[in-house]
């Protein structure tokens, strides 16, 4: 179990292909009963079609529609987000941050790439990525601007970063005009970006 | 360990790239890299933290240069053949070693949204009250461990100001080497940018990051 121990063996003797060392691995694990193949194709369905950005987004215009909810989300966001019908796995502890004409909250892991998975599904490449994992702390407003973010400098920018098991959702700015929207028009307008925080919600009035 | 992992604060990485629309998976084998990951982990054989840990001891440049899942891929081979649900040679061959047993899979298709549903609480009580307030001022300590650390290079030696007391958590130095869960009381701690980054960052700015207490010492 040492960590020397890890590294002692040549890595050459595995498929250098991901496809086909994936796959051969697959096939150990299911022949040695180890993992059930149908429960792959459960996992892999959920991820892909169940739960991704589209929860955040009804938390987050519910929160728009009702400020009781919203009060509720910021004080206790675990149990806020689970009225909505989600939460588990890599959500099990919540907190919302708000976005205002003041402050403006952005969420990174640094360390790995946690990251609000019951609310906004598997995080996207960049998420994980070397470029935003190590400047999102140091050069938050850089960032921001490679996102088309252009932030006035009497802004306060708040970085998150999620180096223990809490999981961070921005509740971006109510974009103007949406007055009239229901909720379900709300949650159309919200993107995965905002609720990361490199985004802002944008509204044009069709008319 | 003062490894490549963590990357806050570091420059020179290049642009981000974001893509737009991306798909959730860019190939069907990292669909099934996530999904292996998850079933195997349902053996219990080990915890988040030491699937983190066993991702930090890939060599930095293989680091740098693998993708997401391949990363993922190849810790799920090394936690295998660690725990002995897999041996190195299986890994190898891609076959089962001749009159080896065959097991019955933890989990099951139906058992999927059940167990994401109730998920994995870190969360733990433990008696008496916590050694820091908010309000207070705090510096995270300068350790410098050969293990896993949750501490960020960047924030050591650093003061701010305890802005929430979360509870208390399963302490991952600790818990990464199946040592114990030694639970103990989280903080999200507010640091200033220009305390962690000197003159060029901005007055206004602010980092906040969760830190267990052992990380922590009074200023």
């Given amino acids: 179990m040492s960590p020397e121990h890890s590294h002692g063996h040549k890595h050459q003797d595995i498929p250098s292909d991901p496809a086909l060392r994936v796959k051969a691995l697959e096939s150990l694990l299911v022949e040695k009963g180890l993992v059930d193949a149908a429960a792959l194709d459960a996992l892999i369905d959920t991820y892909e079609h169940k739960v991704g950005p589209r929860n955040g987004a009804q938390v987050v215009a519910r929160a728009w529609a009702d400020p009781a909810y919203k009060k509720r989300l910021l004080a206790d966001a675990t149990n806020a987000i689970a009225e909505l019908g989600y939460g588990g796995r890599q959500g099990e502890h919540m907190v919302v941050v708000e976005n205002t004409p003041q402050v403006h909250n952005l969420v990174v892991c640094t360390l790995c790439s946690c990251y609000p998975w019951s609310v906004l599904g598997l995080p996207p490449v960049w998420y994980k990525s070397a470029p935003y994992r190590s400047r999102a702390v140091i050069d938050p407003r850089g960032v921001l601007r490679e996102f088309g973010l252009d932030l006035p400098e009497e802004t306060e920018v708040r970085v998150w970063d999620s180096t223990a098991e809490l999981r961070y959702l921005v509740l971006p700015e109510r974009p103007a005009g949406t007055e009239s929207l229901n909720e379900e028009a709300l949650a159309a307008l919200v993107t995965r970006d905002a609720m990361v925080g490199v985004g802002k919600v944008k509204y044009e009035r069709h008319s | ?219």
């Fill in chain 2, 1 to 219: 360990m003062n490894g490549i992992h963590d990357m806050g604060g570091m420059q020179d990485m290049g642009p981000i790239q974001h893509e737009e629309n991306e798909p959730v998976f860019h190939a069907p084998w990292e669909g099934r890299s996530l999904a292996l990951n998850l079933a195997a982990a349902a053996w219990r054989k080990w915890n988040i933290d030491a699937g983190r840990h066993q991702i930090e001891l890939i060599p930095p440049a293989d680091y740098l240069r693998m993708s997401y899942y391949e990363k993922w891929t190849q810790r799920l081979e090394e936690l295998l053949v660690r725990t002995g649900l897999v041996t190195r040679s299986e890994i190898e061959s891609g076959k089962p070693s001749p009159g080896s047993p065959k097991a019955t899979p933890p989990l099951t298709a139906e058992k999927v949204s059940s167990m994401l549903r109730s998920g994995g609480p870190a969360s733990r009580s433990v008696p008496g009250p916590s050694r820091f307030k908010v309000g207070q001022r705090v510096r995270a300590r300068n350790i410098n461990p050969t293990g896993h650390t949750r501490l960020p290079r960047y924030a050591r030696g650093k003061t701010g100001t305890v802005h929430l007391d979360h509870g208390a958590y399963i302490f991952p130095d600790t818990n990464a080497h199946f040592l114990s869960e030694k639970p103990q009381h989280v903080y999200s701690i507010r640091f200033t940018a220009r305390e962690l980054w000197g003159e060029q960052a901005s007055p206004r700015d602010t980092v906040y990051l969760d830190m267990w207490d052992d990380y922590l010492e009074h200023a």
